[in-house]
């Protein structure tokens, strides 16, 4: 499904990925670890769009988005990648259905239909008691269920995680993770995630360790 080759990336005179090849299976989920700075996030956004890199190439699908637009590239993204971060990213202003509802809107589905979808995407996940709650009425564990739910509401292939439990507490942790798997069992997306939580990483299908700006593992 993801296909990464000879990812290059320096920010001005660090050289923060030295070369990476990785390639990430449909439906499986995949987790990335390794030290601050080794490279994890900025990886993470190359895949998922939000960055390009210096050379080299990811494929999606076999499709390379190098040569889109930035307008083509957004919609792709919107399409077909869903994020979700260590601190939420929930808009303070609005509920929680209506932040689920924001990436459907910006999809062009109706105000009708990208709410039905909220909906139901936050009763799967046990938030039906509170679609009407702003973030700050909600706990850290519902905030970042609010926003698995918006990462997911267009159907993405890909979900893209980064240190998502980093936030919460040991057991909103263990109902986060487990809850990626049920996703991907639910609705065949693939998952790469970043962490340094051991417990997550030994749940996954495959970790791939980073080091120093390259995969040593």
């Known amino acids: 499904m993801i296909r990464a080759s000879g990812i290059l990336k320096s920010y001005g005179d660090l050289k923060v990925l030295k070369g990476i090849d990785l390639?990430?299976?449909?439906?499986?989920?995949?987790?990335?670890?390794?030290a601050s700075g080794a490279g994890k996030t900025t990886l993470l956004q190359i895949i998922g769009t939000l960055d390009r890199p210096d050379a080299g190439t990811v494929l999606y699908n076999g499709q390379n988005t190098a040569s889109l637009s930035q307008s083509a590239l957004a919609s792709f993204r919107n399409r077909n990648i869903g994020f979700v971060f260590q601190f939420h990213q929930l808009l303070p202003e609005f509920t929680a259905l209506e932040n689920v509802c924001i990436p459907a809107l910006i999809a062009g589905?109706?105000?009708?239909?990208?709410?039905?979808?909220?909906?139901?995407?936050?009763?799967?996940?046990?938030?039906?008691?509170r679609l009407d709650h702003k973030p700050s009425q909600l706990s850290g564990g519902e905030q970042q269920r609010v926003a698995v739910a918006r990462a997911i509401v267009n159907n993405p292939s890909l979900i893209l995680a980064d240190e998502p439990s980093g936030n919460l507490d040991t057991e909103n942790k263990k109902e986060l993770h487990n809850l990626f798997f049920r996703l991907r069992d639910t609705f065949g997306q693939t998952f790469i995630i970043v962490t340094h939580d051991p417990q997550l990483a030994s749940m996954s299908d495959r970790t791939i360790r980073i080091k120093d700006g390259l995969i040593t593992q």
């Open 109 to 129: 589905k109706s105000r009708a239909e990208a709410g039905a979808k909220a909906t139901e995407l936050l009763t799967f996940l046990g938030l039906s008691d």
């Open 23 to 34: 390639e990430v299976r449909e439906k499986e989920v995949v987790t990335i670890v390794g």
